[in-house]
């Protein structure tokens, strides 16, 4: 250990650690052979008191590095807040004494338990260091929020109010978006009974009267480069002219377009008398609360049927699978542009499911039962032209028969697609489906999306090594995902906000937006600071690496799920500290283990598992390493602790910051020295994934898909090493996975190399 680091370790008798261990021997297990400088007890470690002791050892005995050996690091954070000090914590409350029955016989194996987290511990502390930051912030009080319509111009509003400029980036020549093309809104205030003002005109003269907020009109960004705290954009004017600006954050609220009603051939689009939801504003619009005209020939529309779910939720290629939120509200406010001039218009909403989101949405939908709109459930098959307008076949789910009849007006509610940039992973799928030897109509289709996607403009123009714009989820709306970081994308310090995140109306996309302000001002703020933002929000590690020993293989900047590792002029990997998210997935994907963090390793958690003491073939007690997700199984594993549900005395679980930043070292080394079998427990990937580090889990399934050569080489049998999808509701599965793996090990037997 070098000279100038100091270990002091504690031991915590509190929640009845000191009656179910000896609290001596983890003492002195901590003096021997954690090789701590100070190691001390103490009833209650996070009372103020026990917090007292430690602070006086650094600050009267020189203490470095803090091993606390109590409850889950997960635990007391607040009280554990050393400053200036490295910390790693030994599980012994949930870890070990609350899944471990208080019985005579299970003493021995509970405390060996203890002694080997100890052990781990002061292992772990050994090796890390405190991390300081990088010397690469700034603050940079200022936001770009790309986009005018009204989350746009909310989001600006929003962060201006905070102290924060902002400068609004709209291509087309007015704010408004969307909304300014509406007649009325869906209310979002008591008593939701009728359509409401839009309010857009006096959201557009408030951000023209705010003097911390810039706004760009036929605008465009045209390059994004560097990082939170410190982005250099490049704006194009109107006038061919163009400016480069500094913001410390971004927002991108784009909006939405409505899906291409001119795909629906069933429903007759190109007839002048069946417009979509946003052609039926227009002609509200020119009406102005008299009576709407039908675009064919000026005729008032005494009868109209709104056709919810046109080409949406719809498998069928080409249509939308996923439902877009807005439309059954949307086709409500409109049935009352009708009544609200003329009770006695005849209005139809068709529908398969009715779906009002929203706090009164309820109320909205029987203000429309009661002003007389007719609410049939059924399904319209086609579209054709009538004597007198449309006629509409559809099947009556109700009388179950199907009905054809003729209408003034039809209504399709299409949906929205985000006006996102092409998918900047896209090429590399494809690229991937060809080297798996995908279905070669898989490849086509895939191929032919492709060609769409690049036919996009793109919307940020990122001067980044993985794309120019943000990546999409499976619908095409920019990834954030809802479950793991809300407004959170893959790009550091970027957010996206509204339609263009997730099918919203203009209710939530004004909430939508007051919270992507809200990101964006804690990311330059913890960027100022060196910090990390989400999930491991001011974590002031940061990737380092050696680059005597880099070999180029270029794993870590395309395995990066965040984009923040670029390459320098001589191809060498160029870490960008202020778009990392400190997953670790750059240092499991490294082959030459030169990657690292000051307080998390390939040595902090290599040594970690090393220090266990491993017993003879003879004892019957097998070793089974527990590689465990931070964010979802190791939270899990301390929620089953707290149901006192008890699993294998013959684990030992080792946090990690997720899957993706398991170095396949540690699996060979654990094997090597006589553990009997491993299980790593991730995050859900794939499409609905619920990693917090998007790709991680995915990494690490497909690394460990080739741990089989490995234990082949070694004369091991494959069923030693498990991975596991789980997630944080797994309370009672976690468990079972390693009691399993317990009984797999029971009979497939001890590893030869404890001999």
Not at 662 to 689: F, H, P, R
Request: glycine share 8%.
């Amino acid at each position: 250990m070098a000279a100038d680091k100091k270990i002091g370790a504690y031991i915590c008798k509190g929640c009845g650690l000191g009656e179910r261990l000896d609290c001596d021997q983890l003492e002195q297990m901590a003096k021997s052979e954690g090789k701590a400088a100070i190691a001390k007890q103490h009833d209650f470690l996070c009372n103020q008191d026990g917090v007292d002791m430690i602070q006086a050892d650094i600050d009267n005995e020189g203490i470095t590095h803090v091993m606390l050996g109590a409850c889950s690091r997960r635990a007391k954070t607040d009280a554990f807040d050393f400053e200036g000090v490295a910390l790693s914590r030994a599980n012994l409350r949930e870890g070990v004494i609350w899944i471990r029955p208080d019985t005579d016989d299970a003493r021995e194996t509970t405390q060996e338990m203890a002694n080997d987290y100890i052990r781990m511990g002061c292992a772990e502390a050994k090796h890390m260091n405190q991390p300081d930051a990088s010397g690469e912030q700034g603050l940079t009080k200022h936001i770009l929020v790309v986009g005018g319509g009204m989350t746009g111009m909310t989001t600006a509003l929003e962060a201006a109010k905070a102290g924060y400029a902002a400068s609004i980036v709209e291509k087309q020549p007015q704010l408004g978006g969307i909304t300014a093309q509406l007649f009325k809104r869906i209310p979002v205030r008591a008593p939701f009974l009728a359509p409401a003002d839009s309010g857009v005109a006096d959201l557009i003269a408030e951000v023209q009267a705010n003097d911390k907020i810039t706004v760009y009109v036929n605008s465009t960004v045209t390059r994004t480069s560097g990082a939170p705290g410190r982005f250099a954009v490049d704006i194009a004017q109107e006038s061919g002219s163009t400016v480069t600006e500094h913001f410390g954050a971004i927002v991108q609220a784009s909006g939405f377009k409505p899906y291409d009603m001119s795909q629906l051939t069933e429903f007759n689009p190109d007839n002048a008398d069946v417009v979509d939801q946003l052609g039926l504003e227009a002609l509200a619009n020119a009406a102005n609360g008299g009576a709407i005209k039908r675009p064919s020939d000026g005729k008032d529309v005494e009868n109209v049927l709104f056709i919810q779910c046109a080409g949406q939720r719809s498998q069928k290629e080409g249509r939308l699978s996923y439902c877009s939120g807005h439309c059954c509200s949307t086709s409500i406010k409109q049935a009352l542009y009708f009544k609200q001039n003329n009770p006695d218009t005849q209005t139809t909403v068709l529908f398969t499911d009715l779906r009002t989101p929203g706090a009164g949405g309820e109320n909205f939908y029987r203000a429309g039962q009661d002003q007389g709109v007719t609410f049939l459930k059924g399904e319209a098959e086609s579209v054709t032209a009538g004597s007198a307008g449309p006629k509409v076949k559809f099947d009556n789910f109700l009388l179950n028969e199907t009905v054809e009849q003729e209408y003034d007006l039809v209504v399709l509610a299409t949906g929205m697609v985000p006006n996102s940039g092409p998918n900047p992973y896209l090429a590399q799928e494809v690229a991937q489906a060809k080297e798996d030897k995908k279905d070669e109509q898989v490849i086509v289709k895939m191929e032919a999306l492709l060609e769409k996607e690049e036919a996009k403009d793109s919307v940020l123009n990122l001067d980044y090594r993985q794309g120019t714009d943000m990546p999409h989820l499976v619908h095409g709306f920019t990834d954030s995902h809802f479950i793991c970081f809300p407004y959170e994308t893959r790009r550091t310090g970027i957010y996206t906000a509204g339609p263009v995140r997730r099918p919203m109306d203009i209710g939530q996309a004004t909430d939508d937006a007051t919270g992507a302000a809200l990101k964006a001002i804690q990311v330059v703020e913890n960027a100022s600071l060196g910090r990390a933002a989400h999930p491991r929000s001011g974590d002031l590690s940061y990737p380092k690496f050696r680059k005597e020993g880099c070999t180029q293989c270029k794993r870590c900047t395309v395995e990066c799920p965040f984009g923040a590792i670029n390459e320098d002029e001589q191809r060498y990997p160029q870490f960008n500290e202020a778009r990392c998210r400190r997953c670790g997935t750059c240092m499991g994907a490294c082959p030459v283990r030169v990657i690292s963090f000051d307080n998390y390793s390939v040595d902090t958690v290599g040594q970690a598992i090393k220090s266990v003491d491993i017993p003879d073939e003879y004892s019957e007690k097998p070793r089974i390493l527990v590689l465990a997700c931070e964010n979802d199984a190791y939270p899990a594993l301390d929620m089953a602790a707290m149901n006192r549900t008890e699993y294998s005395p013959f684990v030992r679980v080792v946090p990690v910051r997720c899957l993706g930043s398991v170095n396949t070292i540690w699996l060979t080394d654990a094997l090597n020295s006589g553990y009997d079998g491993a299980v790593l427990l991730g995050c859900q990937k794939g499409e609905n994934y619920q990693c917090h580090f998007v790709k991680g889990s995915e990494m690490a399934h497909y690394r460990m898909s080739k741990i089989g050569d490995t234990l082949t080489q070694l004369n091991l049998e494959t069923e030693r090493v498990e991975t596991h999808e789980v997630s944080i509701t797994d309370i009672q599965r976690i468990p079972e996975i390693i009691n399993d793996m317990a009984a797999t090990i029971e009979k497939v037997g001890m590893s030869p190399f404890k001999f």
